[in-house]
């Protein structure tokens, strides 16, 4: 049995989950939900090596701060998540506080995730426990600039715990997975599509605007609208079809980290969805960054 967290969740999340007033979900309904919404987060990019079980963690990544693994999300017992409570699921992902009260580092991008419902987070949870139990091997994590414990988590660094905020455009406000849509999708996106400062923080002002220092050191493209260095001149057709294929309106076909997204989450979302984020993108503001020319 885990202890239980020496940091507490929130006080009002805690008495939702103890009275019940989370909107009760039939079993089915909530795994294929889940499903759906780790494909949208990415999650089986992230927890999955090349080759081997799916979401059983151990798969690196490389970045300016060091080499961080990713953690076996199967309910294994031992070596996945197979002893967590909602409780202790919520705060992991809401919090980025693991089940003995250390901090998760910051690669775990749970601001993110912070805009989620309690019922699609314990959707994703009744997902990932209806998988078959892997035992995961994860690697060391290297990491000169942070340590997990209290101290990971100073003002303005990459582990600081600031829900993440969105306007999403009127045209989406009426979906009924909206929310998917801003926290999972499009805020992930921007882990990987924002330029970051030295502490890793994601920089004011740069929102979605590139950095040729992305994940395994890979070039990430500005996605804002700006039409010179961004997506600015694309359709909105142009971007739901990369989203699905993997191919620009140019006919070019993505590789790398844009591929693994594609393949393993972005081509099961509904076309509703995925113009939902193309619409997303288009209200965001134009900012001008040149990627390519900053190596």
């Not at 909105?236 to 393949?263: F, N, Y």
């Not at 393993?264 to 900012?287: M, N, R, V």
Request: some cysteine; charged content about 20%; hydrophobic content about 35%.
């Amino acid at each position: 049995m885990l202890p239980l967290p020496r940091r507490p969740i929130a006080t009002a999340l805690t008495l939702m989950l103890l009275s019940g007033a989370i909107p009760a979900v039939a079993e089915e309904d909530a795994v294929t939900r889940g499903e759906y919404l780790v494909h949208a987060g990415g999650c089986f990019s992230c927890h999955t090596v090349a080759g081997g079980e799916k979401l059983a963690g151990g798969r690196a990544l490389a970045t300016p701060f060091g080499t961080f693994y990713s953690p076996n999300i199967t309910p294994d017992p031992e070596t996945g998540i197979g002893r967590w409570t909602d409780v202790l699921f919520l705060q992991a992902l809401r919090e980025g506080v693991r089940p003995d009260g250390a901090n998760y580092f910051p690669v775990f991008p749970y601001p993110s995730f912070t805009g989620i419902t309690d019922r699609d987070a314990l959707a994703i949870k009744a997902y990932l426990f209806s998988l078959p139990q892997c035992t995961g091997k994860i690697g060391r994590t290297t990491c000169p600039s942070h340590s997990p414990g209290a101290s990971c988590k100073p003002a303005g660094s990459c582990c600081s715990s600031v829900p993440v905020r969105f306007n999403p455009p009127p045209s989406a406000v009426l979906s009924i997975i909206a929310v998917l849509i801003w926290s999972l999708r499009s805020a992930h996106c921007g882990e990987c599509h924002t330029p970051r400062n030295f502490l890793g923080a994601t920089r004011p002002g740069q929102w979605l605007a590139g950095t040729p220092d992305g994940p395994d050191g890979q070039l990430v493209p500005n996605i804002t609208p700006d039409p010179d260095t961004g997506i600015g001149k694309w359709e909105k057709d142009g971007v739901v079809e990369l989203l699905r294929t993997g191919t620009t309106p140019e006919l070019s076909k993505v590789k790398g980290a844009m591929r693994e997204t594609i393949d393993d989450g972005l081509k099961y979302l509904s076309d509703s969805d995925l113009e939902a984020i193309a619409d997303y993108l288009f209200t965001q503001p134009p900012i001008v960054h040149d990627v390519s020319r900053k190596r």
